[in-house]
Each structure stands twice: as C-alpha cells, then as structure tokens.
C-alpha cells in the first residue's frame, strides 16, 4: 500500500513538474514584426551579453571596446557593421526581418529593408553552447538621415525549437517589441558637424579628447580603424571607447602628440614663410559624413634676413604666434622654461643653440618671459649664411620643459635663411682725377678704391662671372682713347662678354681694376667726369651629385 501510494506521489511530482517546465518555455503571446512598423521614435536598444560559463547568453548588440559599430566603404557602397548575439544557426531562420528608423530632424520613419540589403557573418572563434557572435553588414548606400536604428525581428521558435530571439528580447517596461533586437541610436548623416575645431596654433604635447555620436571607420578588408586622420606624423588619434549613453552610441577618440615624431624637420616646416608653423589637415573619414579641417601646427614662424641685417640685431619675438603661449600655459601651466636648438640639412640632429653659440641672448629661459635674439654680428646667423651660400638648409626648434626638466611641448622646426645676392660688386670703382701726363702722354691708372672693390659670388656649384661694357657715350673713358680691364685680363669691350672671374662654391675676389690710357690728343673740355656703365652676368653650374 504504502508502496502505491509512493509512486502515485511520484508520478504526480513528475506531472507538476513537466507542467512547469511547459509553462516555463511557453513562448507566450504572437509578437508581429508590423509592431516596429508604428513606432513613432526611436525604441530602447537591446543589449547583447556573454556571460561565461553554463549562463545563457543574451541575444542583443554588443557594444565594446572589443565590439565596436563601424562604417565601412566599398565598391558595393556604405555599410554599417554591428556586433550582434544571437542564435549561433540564425541564418537557418526564415523569418528573420530588417527594419531602418530614420530620423531628419523632427520628421521619423520606418524602413524596411530587403534581405538582400543585409549580410549576416557568424564570428566562429565566438560560437558558445547555443549562441554566436555575429557581424551584420546594413547597405546603406542611399540612406540620408541624420540618425539611424537597425531593428532585427526574428520569432521563429526559440529554445530547442528554432533560431530567431527569445520573446523577452526588444520588450520595454511597456512589453513592446518582443522578439526584437534594436541597436543604439546612431548619428548617420550629422557627426561631421559636431567634430571640434582644432585651435588655430595647436603644438606638440597638447592632448585633445571629444566624443561622437557616431560609430568607428573599418577598412574595406575588415581592419577596424580610426576615423580621424591627420598628414602630420606628430598627431596620434585613437578610439578610446564605444558605449550606449542614454540610448545612443557614443565614439569618444583621444588626440595624443608623439613628440619624438616632432625633429622630422622636412614634414613638419612651414609651408610659406609668413606662415606661423606648419598646416596640418584633419580628415574625418566617416563614408556617411566626411569633413576636412585645416589648422597651425606649432606655432613658430620661419626667420628669414638679409645679409645687411646681420649689422643688427634680431629678435625672434615676432617669429611666435600671438596666441601660441597662452595656449601653452592654459594646458600646462606658466612655471615652464625654454631651450632653443638647432640643425641643419648636413647634419640633422638638433643641438642646444647656447653649447656651440654662446653669444645668441636668452637661448633659454623662462617661458613666455623672454625672447630669443641675436646680436650684431650674430656667429649664429653669419654661420646660417655661409650655410645657405653652400647650398645648405639650417633649422631652429623651440623645447619647453617643466622645472624638473621633463619635456613638456615642442614648437615646428623652422628655417634660418639669410639672403644675399648671387653675385656684388662695387657700385662704383673710383680712378680719381686724371692728370694731363697720363692722358696725353698714355699709362695706366689703379683704382683707388682698391679695397673695396671686390667681387663675391655667392652660390654653390661651378660659376663664371663675366662683364660687358654698356653704350659709348660723350663721357665714356673710350672717348679718351681709354679702356678698363680687371687683374691680368683683357679690356672690356661693348660688344662682347669677357670673363672676368671664375671658380667653384661662395668666394669673394679682388677685382683689382685697371684704367688704361693709350694716349688722348684733342682738345678736352674742362670739369668733365668720365665714366663707363658695366653690365655684369653670372652663370652658374650646379655640382654634380654622386649619382650623376
């Protein structure tokens, strides 16, 4: 008896307990996909999760550091990439919808979209027990809003008895959308506009960080990217996260400053030499809302001179933006001190300007307090000189550091040029005063401006200096029956060029000018100057490489 009654109890644990687990699977009322169809707006999205472990995965979007929505271009057009959970044989389902809703300013829609509009990608080193990771890629050639849900609707089964979602998928506090997956909300056609301006004199060291509503870029061959890219080598843009905030996706990037990219002197020189530092180009790469923005990098503008100007002295006060140190001290604080460097194109390494040229004034100092400058006679800028007449390029870059001496910031490099002619010569070459001995009676005359009569070339390479003899006039030597020559060479003539001078590389040269007299016998009328206009050409050949 007692034996029955245990297995009748028994049986009807086992009837009851069945009952609930039918009840526990029970997939409950018939969602319809026509329920997105109504929306008015845009629906809370549905969080994807992987638990490890026997836990059950939660079908929905993953969105991560490791899971990041992205845009992509290719020949087929634009596309958006989502990480999705799901049933890992989803694609066995053919009850699997696709839904846009799309957002231009206050005007919402639904869109349904065609299965061939979407690709699903099973990410199989992410396949867990009965859930998968999976990439869906939306085309969205075509789609102009300013922001976007993808919406997945799937109710075939669930459990053991289909692939589409589990019914509490999609449902809100209000239990709409079962059977639903809905991602973030993000910005399509906007972003652009919302990225930051750049400041106008940004510098090395400066770290700027901003957030988007806006997913990522991902090349065409699936390598995720930054959608930030500069043609600067000292700026390092990065991702630092993706999340949902208040439903919609955020892409927030952190701009960073590589300061051993900062000595690459050809890259990052000024482009024209009013220009403060050099012109740096932002390229938002997004496919859906590309932008361009052009800015200052470092702030210091090229110093160019004349060779008089060396007689004076040089302050580079008016070589740094206005702007450019306050920007500084606003991010790093004023106690700051600075150190000038140099380089040139032979030797590219920069060098402390004080360990070499010791007469160049505040080459270090505290920052924004004092300004570099050279004094008459710089050795500095007279080196800079001979430098530019070889044919040689020389830089100067700006250092701050904070009082313990870490290197805080870096200004652009820039170019020290001094300017001189290719070729002087005297304006004037003085023989004085005629006396009637050697006019009459013939000879020759030096000039008694000697000293000052000298020729300089400078230019690099080969050269021929050569001087020609401009139109007789009624006060030319000639009418005295008088030429000029220069050292031993042959006289000057009107109608033909004579070399007067040749050699290779910068040099300065005597003219050692002659007047001579063959002998003059008319009547000659008094206070009269007597003179000749030279016309003086320069060729040069530049020095062959050792390539050619």
């Keep these: 008896m007692r034996k029955q009654l245990f297995t009748y109890q028994l049986y009807l644990l086992l009837f009851f307990t069945c009952g609930l687990i039918y009840f526990s699977f029970d997939p409950g009322p018939t969602a319809h996909a026509a ?13 994807g999760k992987r638990e490890d472990g026997n836990t059950r995965n939660i079908y929905g979007y993953m969105v991560d550091n490791n899971n990041v929505i992205s845009e992509t271009k290719t020949d087929n057009g634009l596309s958006l990439n989502f990480q999705v959970m799901a049933h890992k044989e989803w694609t066995k389902s053919g009850k699997t919808k696709y839904y846009l809703l799309l957002k231009n300013g206050s005007t919402f829609k639904v869109q349904q979209l065609s299965t061939s509009q979407v690709t699903r990608t099973r990410v199989k080193d992410k396949t867990f027990d009965r859930t998968a990771l999976w990439t869906v890629t939306v085309n969205m050639t075509g789609i102009s809003a300013d922001q976007v849900q993808l919406v997945c609707y799937d109710n075939d089964g669930w459990g053991a008895w289909g692939y589409g979602f589990w019914p509490t998928n999609g449902v809100a506090d209000d239990g709409t959308y079962p059977y639903t997956l809905i991602s973030p909300v993000i910005d399509w056609n906007r972003p652009a506009s919302d ?33 930030l890219r500069f043609d600067n080598p000292v700026f390092i843009p990065n991702l630092t996260s993706q999340q949902v905030v208040n439903n919609v996706l955020q892409s927030s990037y952190k701009i960073t400053t590589d300061l051993n990219q900062a000595e690459q002197i050809q890259q990052l020189l000024p482009q024209t030499d009013t220009a403060f530092g050099h012109q740096t180009t932002l390229n938002y790469q997004l496919p859906s809302s590309p932008t361009t923005q052009t800015f200052q990098y470092g702030g210091l503008k090229n110093l160019t001179l004349t060779s008089t100007e060396l007689a004076q002295t040089i302050s580079t006060k008016t070589n740094l933006a206005p702007d450019f140190i306050s920007q500084v001290t606003t991010e790093l604080g004023s106690d700051l001190t ?3 460097f140099y380089a040139t194109s032979e030797k590219p390494d920069f060098k402390e300007l004080s360990s070499k040229y010791s007469d160049s004034q505040n080459s270090s100092g505290t920052f924004g307090q004092a300004w570099l400058t050279f004094p008459k006679d710089s050795k500095f800028l007279k080196f800079a000189a001979t430098q530019n007449q070889l044919g040689h390029q020389v830089y100067l870059l700006l250092k701050i550091y904070d009082q313990s001496g870490n290197l805080k910031a870096l200004t652009n490099p820039i170019l020290v040029q001094v300017t001189t002619p290719a070729l002087q010569v005297p304006d004037t070459i ?35 200096v050569a001087a020609t003899l401009g139109t007789e006039s009624t006060n030319s030597i000639r009418k005295l029956n008088g030429w000029l020559s220069f050292g031993a060479g042959q006289p000057l003539r009107a109608d033909q060029a004579v070399t007067v001078a040749s050699g290779t590389g910068p040099k300065t040269l005597p003219l050692n ?12 009328p008094t206070n009269r100057n007597f003179n000749e206009t030279i016309t003086w050409n320069l060729t040069t050949q530049p020095t062959p490489s050792a390539t050619e």
């Design 35 to 47: 329920d997105i169809t109504t929306a008015t707006d845009f629906a809370p999205w549905t969080e």
């Design 430 to 464: 003085n023989f004085g005063t005629i006396g009637t001995t050697k006019l009459y009676g013939g000879g020759q005359l030096a000039s008694q401006s000697s000293a000052t009569d000298q020729l300089t070339v400078n230019t690099a390479g080969s050269w021929q």
């Design 338 to 340: 600075y150190r000038w």
């Design 195 to 227: 990225l930051p301006k750049l400041g106008p004199q940004t510098y090395a060291g400066q770290t700027i960080t901003f957030t988007l509503n806006a997913p990522d870029l991902r090349n065409s061959d699936g390598t995720l990217t930054d959608a």
């Design 513 to 524: 000018a002659k007047l001579n007299l063959k002998g003059y016998h008319h009547a000659l």
